[in-house]
């Protein structure tokens, strides 16, 4: 065990809602008890901003794994779910890959996908995607914006709010947002 603290923290959420996909993040690295940066860039544009990523865990890790789904995209024509389910592999069974410590959401303007080191190439339910540490917060407020805002609310409106309310409840999410919508 390292004898230094990890960089943590992160929230990502992911939500399509009435045909529009959108995903966003808040800025926050902490190391240890400390905000180390706030204002830290968590979603990337892949395949000229058909696919937006986002990412919690290791900015490195990341930034590997995000190459790696990049080259299966352009392997796979850029189909997302194969190039995902093509990286899981990867991931799981390369022993350099297996060591990183991260997770993805991943977006077209189709679908979502949860990307993850164990293998997985998740669907989620409810068309509502989340990672990192204030994911359930985000989560809890997105479901709620969902069943309740009905066609009051965008996509990236309700991105938006369910990162805001997970910032004002987890210490480890701040406000600083960056949110894109995918696809169009």
């Known amino acids: 065990m390292s004898k230094f603290p990890k960089i943590r923290s992160t929230t990502v959420c992911a939500i399509k809602h009435n045909g529009q996909v959108a995903i966003g993040a808040d800025g926050q690295a902490t190391l240890g ?22 990412f919690a865990g290791s900015t490195a ?9 990049d080259e299966k995209l352009n392997s796979f024509g850029g189909n997302m779910k194969r190039a995902a389910i093509e990286l899981a592999k990867d991931w799981r069974t390369d022993r350099y890959l297996r060591k990183l410590e991260a997770m ?19 669907e989620p339910d409810n068309d509502i995607a989340v990672i990192g540490s204030g994911s359930m917060y985000a989560q809890s407020a997105a479901l709620a914006l969902k069943k309740h805002a009905g066609d009051k609310l965008t996509a990236e409106e309700m991105v938006r709010e369910s990162l805001s309310i997970a910032a004002d409840i987890c210490i480890y999410t701040n406000h600083n947002l960056v949110i894109e919508k995918v696809g169009k």
């Open 33 to 54: 008890n400390t905000v180390a940066k706030s204002n830290v860039k968590k979603i990337r544009k892949l395949q000229e901003g058909k696919i937006v990523t986002g």
């Open 61 to 69: 890790d990341a930034f590997t794994l995000l190459e790696r789904m």
């Open 104 to 122: 993805l959401i991943v977006a077209d303007k189709d679908e979502i996908l949860v990307v993850s080191g164990t293998g997985d190439v998740l």
